[in-house]
Nanobody
Framework: QVQLVESGGGLVQAGGSLRLSCAAS????????MAWYRQAPGKERELVAA???????YYLDSVKGRFTISRDNAEATAYLQMNSLRPEDTAVYYC??????????????WGQGTQVTVSS
């Protein structure tokens, strides 16, 4: 099993920055890709950014150039640096980890979420 704990959310003014952290514990050797999702009120959860074990990154179009995902494999931690924040970035942000194979787990692991609120 893997446990994910997010931190770093909060209230920030538009144009400001926040850095989210996701600390993994447990069978961290089972973790392949890691990702950040978000869910705003009344909307579906969406993939914001993802990073492979080798460091290849994917970004949602609306956050390209503003957000940066990174990970420290030795510390089993993922980060999301969010700059130039906009009110539409307001959401609960969830950390996600994908298992390397089905022997590790048949499903992804999720954190409890951290609230990010951007005021205009």
């Amino acid at each position: 099993q893997v446990q994910l704990v997010e931190s770093g959310g909060g209230l920030v003014q538009a144009g400001g920055s926040l850095r989210l952290s996701c600390a993994a514990s447990g069978d961290t050797i089972c973790i392949d890709a890691m990702a950040w999702y978000r869910q705003a009120p009344g909307k579906e959860r969406e993939l914001v950014a993802a990073i492979s074990s080798g460091g290849s990154a994917y970004y949602l179009d609306s956050v390209k150039g503003r957000f940066t995902i990174s990970r420290d494999n030795a510390e089993a931690t993922a980060y999301l640096q969010m700059n130039s924040l906009r009110p539409e970035d307001t959401a609960v942000y969830y950390c996600n980890a994908h298992p390397v194979d089905r022997d590790c787990s048949r499903h992804d692991w999720w954190g409890q979420g951290t609230q990010v609120t951007v005021s205009s």
